[in-house]
């Protein structure tokens, strides 16, 4: 026991042995109580370190909501999306935790800081509620339903509206969601009919791009939920709660050394913590707030869409495809179906009914920061016609005059929810410039090494030069070939030959690496079967182990048996190395003597052809000349895969997941930029007689040239 109050007890003793009249039991009950407070204090220690973690938790809130902050503005999409903050089961475990101090009913929180903090963490909530909702966006149907219920059960009790609004929010996703799909399939044919596919020009790539970046970004599921009503009211909600919380603050500053709950000063820490949230927290939902400003604002357009009884049908018809609905229950009763079936609809209709009022006090709501825009650009439109009128300005009227028919094109590929809502030319101009920033900052990123390669050769005619498929394979299973093996076999032998200065070598292993991240976006997005992409990885398994470690299957490169000297030798090597390991590795059966065996089966038929194709004059070729052949043949392989680039291009833009869509265009548009250089230099190349389904395959190609048609 703590010696003060041992102290303090037999002092009382003391006290009370001179007074009479002192009920029997009392000296025992002032033993039990002073027992009662050491045994508190103890088990409140732990309590400040729980006010740390909480605070802790709180940081890891506030981070993740500042980066998309920093994301927004980088991009320049000032409806800020959730791109780090967004609603999981690991945000959910770490707002569970800085919720701590409003579910915390056992602890008293008797004094200002502490009541204060109590009511920050609520307004913390709020803020983080209201940042959330565009992420539910990205969510399937699913994740809507378990993110929701498990939202609904941590917090029903204490942000009842707010969660009301992600419910109705969720159910209006649902059906938004097919439509923007179905107007997005409209748009990508539209944009193919101006696409010339087998060889298009940057210009139309550019311009396809473009168009499937307008498309991505209006009918991003975020974007439509940020500019609906329900995100509006949010915002509101949520900027009314940090100006209430502000003046909390404001009332608490003269108290902030007045605590006396168990968490002690680390309330203070909490309080101030989260403060900070609530504050950088609030910049996100009230820019949503005039989100829906993006559309042309007019008293016609306020009166179309936020008239109090007019719910639009994408906000219930999900509710009325669940009405309409049979449930899946197997009952052999007639009676049991007709009662299941009558309550069904009984409760839909009064959910659809409850959504209904929910969508209509949404858009009174919104209607705040839409009249104080408004009135904002009244006064604007005012100073300019006063400015007009006293002659300061004689060219307002020339402003924009040639955005107005570049916007007209561009608006064909807008998706919205409803046909009678126009983008605003500005926000159009403004997500145009967006995708032209990325295109040009990828230019700045161009592949020089690979440039230089591919301008060392002409044509195509050497790929037909070493058919390997003339080669019987060392394994009962022909292996198909692909354009990363065929290079990363070809480097490898290379980069063998000990004469060759090692700038060169150096010098053509950045080409290859440089070109083959390229050529990678070409056989995933068009050699993507199970056999091809066996193969790929065996080429990357390789290429990892020649790239860093120069060693081919674990042989030292360059002059892997150190007494090699001729190019007939080296080549000689390989073959019978190849050889030897496909038959070591016949008893293996995982995925690393998988990718040996078509390594090395790869290098036996392309060193037998090479052979095959010098007959005897390869006794003369010099290492110099040889690689320089190499060279020439592994850039015309590489100029061939990256003829592909255009289509590889053009369908990154078509993304089957609404929720990937965004990235996978914006992933083209760096593409497009990196590679513009490379796509305009190939096009003075003649293309073989291929069909365009043919020309992805490296196979294909060498039986053209083999056997012309």
Not at 56 to 80: E, Q, R, Y
Not at 298 to 309: A, C, G, L, Q
Not at 572 to 586: C, G, R
Request: glycine fraction near 2%; include cysteine.
């Amino acid at each position: 026991m703590d010696l003060s109050l041992l102290s303090t007890y037999f002092q009382l003793q003391k006290v009370l042995a001179s007074c009479t009249n002192i009920p029997d039991g009392f000296p025992e009950f002032v033993w039990k109580s002073i027992s009662q407070t050491e045994m508190q204090n103890k088990f409140s220690k732990p309590m400040t370190w729980i006010g740390i973690y909480i605070a802790a938790a709180s940081v890891f809130c506030i981070l993740p909501m500042l980066a998309d902050l920093l994301h927004g503005f980088k991009n320049k999409t000032l409806w800020f999306s959730c791109k780090y903050f967004t609603l999981n089961a690991a945000s959910l475990t770490v707002i569970a935790v800085a919720m701590k101090l409003p579910m915390d009913l056992n602890n008293s929180m008797p004094n200002p800081v502490d009541q204060a903090a109590k009511l920050g963490s609520m307004a913390f909530m709020c803020i983080m509620m209201a940042n959330l909702l565009p992420s539910l966006a990205t969510m399937d149907s699913k994740e809507l339903l378990t993110n929701i219920i498990a939202l609904a059960i941590f917090y029903v009790a204490m942000l009842l509206v707010l969660l009301m609004i992600h419910t109705c929010s969720a159910l209006m996703i649902l059906n938004s969601k097919q439509i923007l799909e179905s107007e997005y399939k409209a748009g990508h044919e539209r944009a193919l009919k101006d696409l010339e596919l087998r060889q298009p020009t940057v210009e139309k790539l550019k311009q396809h791009v473009s168009n499937h970046w307008i498309m991505t970004e209006t009918g991003s599921p975020q974007f439509t939920t940020v500019c609906s009503a329900t995100t509006s009211a949010s915002g509101v909600i949520c900027v009314l709660s940090t100006l209430l919380h502000i003046v909390i603050m404001l009332h608490t500053r003269t108290h902030m050394k007045d605590y006396g709950s168990d968490y002690k000063w680390s309330v203070l820490v909490i309080l101030i913590t989260q403060f900070i949230g609530v504050l950088l927290g609030t910049i996100a939902p009230l820019s949503r707030c005039f989100a829906s400003l993006s559309f042309k604002v007019s008293i016609k357009w306020i009166w179309n869409h936020f008239r109090v009884f007019k719910v639009e049908s994408y906000y219930t018809r999900k509710l009325y495809d669940w009405k309409q609905s049979r449930i899946p229950l197997k009952l052999s009763r007639r009676r049991c179906k007709i009662v299941i079936q009558d309550l069904k609809v009984l409760i839909l209709s009064l959910c659809i009914g409850f959504q209904k009022t929910v969508v209509v006090v949404c858009k009174m709501i919104a209607l705040i920061p839409i009249f104080f825009v408004i009135g904002i650009l009244c006064c604007f439109h005012c100073w300019k016609w006063l400015k007009v009128m006293l002659g300061a300005s004689n060219s307002v009227s020339v402003e924009g005059s040639g955005q107005p028919q570049h916007n007209k094109d561009l608006s064909l590929y807008v998706l919205q929810l409803q046909d009678d809502m126009e983008l605003a030319d500005k926000t159009l101009t403004c997500i145009s410039k967006s995708v032209d920033c990325v295109i040009k900052r990828a230019e700045k990123q161009q592949p020089n090494n690979l440039m230089k390669l591919l301008e060392e050769s002409s044509g195509f005619e050497e790929i037909g030069k070493y058919d390997v498929q003339c080669i019987p394979p060392l394994t009962k299973e022909n292996y198909v070939d692909c354009w990363s093996l065929s290079i990363v076999t070809l480097t490898t032998i290379a980069m063998s030959f000990s004469n060759i200065q090692k700038t060169k070598v150096d010098r053509l292993l950045r080409s290859v690496s440089e070109g083959l991240t390229y050529v990678k976006h070409v056989e995933e997005m068009l050699n993507a079967t199970d056999e091809y992409v066996t193969i790929q990885k065996a080429a990357r398994t390789l290429w990892l182990e020649v790239d860093v470690y120069h060693t081919w299957l674990g042989n030292k490169l360059p002059n892997p048996a150190n007494k090699l000297n001729t190019p007939k030798e080296t080549v000689q090597w390989f073959s019978d190395t190849a050889e030897y390991i496909v038959t070591e590795n016949m008893k293996g059966s995982d995925d690393s003597s998988l990718y040996t065996s078509i390594s090395a089966n790869s290098m036996y038929r392309i060193t037998q052809t090479i052979l095959a194709s010098h007959h005897a004059d390869i006794d003369q070729v010099s290492q110099e000349e040889l690689f320089v052949k190499l060279s020439s043949v592994i850039s015309q392989i590489l100029a061939a895969c990256l003829t592909n680039l255009p289509r590889v291009i053009a369908m990154k833009c078509l993304t089957s997941v609404i929720e990937k869509r965004e990235e996978s265009v914006q992933t083209a548009a760096q593409l497009l930029g990196e590679t513009m250089q490379i796509i305009n230099s190939l096009q003075d190349r003649e293309l073989p007689s291929l069909n365009p389904d043919e020309l992805p395959f490296i196979d294909k190609w060498r039986e053209c040239f083999l056997h012309p048609p």
